[in-house]
T-cell receptor
């Protein structure tokens, strides 16, 4: 029973265009969401996060949007660069669950030159 | 800065053997955790620790032991390796318990034959 779902296993975009990665969740108790990026043979690295009291957080080329009523968040990368090619994981944090992050299965992004 | 260091990077074990995966962090983080990543399963929490001397179970603790005698180190012990424990293991640390980004090690690829 996936509480955090990334329904697109892969995504391919052209360099310079926008990449949109989606994440849906089922548990309304989740109150903090994080995106991680992972290159092959490396550990995940933190990218951006958002608290449930916000609906948008921006950091350079990366913006995360949260729609609580739809239990949906998305990561926008603008403009996309070949170095962004990686697997992106969405993770959700239930503050009442002692920091046990729940992870999606990831979306593999390929940015083509 | 070393960050989170995991050793070894690769390991092959025979069924029934025991071993310890090492994890050390130099950021003085209180919170440390162990995950395993399997195809189609995402990242799953094995054990975690909120400080020296305190450990607790995650989602998939069976077959693994941990201890936290110092803030820096959080070893993961496989008591009697089984083929089902073939996986990539990641250690992570974070500054606090709530809503803070986690820093990951590079991972240990373990194969049990």
């Amino acid at each position: 029973d996936q509480q955090v779902k990334q329904n697109s296993p892969s995504l391919s975009v052209q360099e310079g265009r926008i990449s949109i990665l989606n994440c849906d969740y089922t548990n309304s108790m989740f109150d903090y969401f994080l995106w991680y990026k992972k290159y092959p043979a490396e550990g995940p690295t933190f990218l951006i996060s958002i608290s449930s009291i916000k609906d948008k957080n921006e950091d350079g080329r990366f913006t995360v949007f949260l729609n609580k009523s739809a239990k949906h968040l998305s990561l926008h990368i603008v403009p996309s660069q070949p170095g962004d090619s990686a697997v992106y994981f969405c993770a959700a944090d239930n503050a009442g669950n002692n920091r046990k992050l729940i992870w999606g299965l990831g979306t593999s992004l390929a940015v083509n030159p | 800065n070393a960050g989170v260091t995991q050793t070894p990077k690769f390991q092959v074990l025979k069924t029934g053997q025991s071993m310890t995966l090492q994890c050390a962090q130099d950021m003085n983080h209180e919170y440390m955790s162990w995950y395993r990543q399997d195809p189609g399963m995402g990242l799953r929490l094995i054990h975690y620790s909120v400080g020296a001397g305190i450990t607790d179970q995650g989602e998939v603790p069976n077959g693994y032991n941990v201890s936290r005698s110092t803030t820096e180190d959080f070893p993961l012990r496989l008591l009697s390796a089984a083929p089902s424990q073939t996986s990539v293991y990641f250690c992570a640390s974070s500054r606090g318990v709530w809503n803070t980004e986690a820093f990951f090690g590079q991972g240990t690829r373990l194969t049990v034959v």
